[in-house]
T-cell receptor, first 112, second 112 residues
Framework: NAGVTQTPKFQVLKTGQSMTLQCAQD?????MYWYRQDPGMGLRLIYY???????DKGEVPNGYNVSRLNKREFSLRLESAAPSQTSVYFC???????????FGNGTRLTVT | EDKVVQSPLSLVVHEGDTVTLNCSYE??????LLWYKQEKKAPTFLFML????IEKKSGRLSSILDKKELFSILNITATQTGDSAIYLC????????????FGSGTRLQVQP
C-alpha cells in the first residue's frame, strides 16, 4: 500500500548541475502534480499532468521540466539548478482534477 | 490575486484542550476547501468541503465551511500529542485546470 513514492529523499546539488526527481503512484490515479514547499510560502504548484500524455504549467514553472512517462510515473527535471530552487519538493496524485490530492513524502533539495 | 490566509500561524495547547483553526479565502470561481495535516513528511488529506453549513467529522476533528463569509474552521477536541502538526488549508477553483491555492499553515503543538 505504497501510495505515492518519491526518490530521492535528499539531494545536494551545486549551482548549474542537473537532476531528475522521480515519482510513482500505485492508486491508478489519472492526475499527477509537482509542488514545492518553502517556509512561509505554502505549497506552490510547479507543473501538473491532468492525464497520461498531457502536462501543464502551474504557478512557478520556470527552471523546471516534467515528463509523464506513463500513467504511474511523473518526473521533474531541473536542467541547471539555482540556489533559488532549494526547497522541499512534493509529488502528488489525484483521481481527477477535482478530487483530493495524495502526497508523497517529499524530496529535500539543497542547491549550493 | 487569489489568496488563502490561515490563523493563527502557530498555537501551543495542552492535551485535552479544544482548538479552532481558521482559514479565510479570496479566490475566483471557488469550488471547494480542503484541509490537510502535515507531520514530518507528506501532507495527509483530512476533509474536502463544498457546501456551506454542513459539518464534516472524523473522530475528534470536524470542519465547516461558510461560503458567504469566505472562511472555514477546523476544530480538534480533546487534543492529543499526536495532533501536533502543521495544518494546511487550500482553496480549489473551477477554472478548467487544476488551481489549488494553499495557505501557509498553522503549526499546532500539543504539550503533555
Amino acid at each position: 500500500n505504497a501510495g505515492v513514492t518519491q526518490t530521492p529523499k535528499f539531494q545536494v546539488l551545486k549551482t548549474g548541475q542537473s537532476m531528475t526527481l522521480q515519482c510513482a503512484q500505485d492508486m491508478n490515479h489519472n492526475s499527477m502534480y509537482w509542488y514545492r514547499q518553502d517556509p512561509g510560502m505554502g505549497l506552490r504548484l510547479i507543473y501538473y499532468s491532468a492525464s497520461e500524455g498531457t502536462t501543464d504549467k502551474g504557478e512557478v514553472p520556470n527552471g523546471y521540466n516534467v515528463s509523464r512517462l506513463n500513467k504511474r510515473e511523473f518526473s521533474l527535471r531541473l536542467e541547471s539548478a539555482a540556489p533559488s530552487q532549494t526547497s522541499v519538493y512534493f509529488c502528488a496524485s489525484s483521481e481527477n482534477l477535482i478530487s483530493p490530492l495524495h502526497f508523497g513524502n517529499g524530496t529535500r533539495l539543497t542547491v549550493t | 490575486e487569489d489568496k488563502v490566509v490561515q490563523s493563527p500561524l502557530s498555537l501551543v495547547v495542552h492535551e485535552g484542550d479544544t482548538v479552532t483553526l481558521n482559514c479565510s479565502y479570496e479566490v475566483t470561481n471557488f469550488r471547494s476547501l480542503l484541509w490537510y495535516k502535515q507531520e514530518k513528511k507528506a501532507p495527509t488529506f483530512l476533509f474536502m468541503l463544498t457546501s456551506s453549513g454542513i459539518e464534516k467529522k472524523s473522530g475528534r476533528l470536524s470542519s465547516i465551511l461558510d461560503k458567504k463569509e469566505l472562511f472555514s474552521i477546523l476544530n480538534i477536541t480533546a487534543t492529543q500529542t499526536g495532533d501536533s502538526a502543521i495544518y494546511l488549508c487550500a482553496a480549489d477553483m473551477d477554472t478548467g485546470r487544476r488551481a489549488l491555492t494553499f495557505g501557509s499553515g498553522t503549526r499546532l503543538q500539543v504539550q503533555p
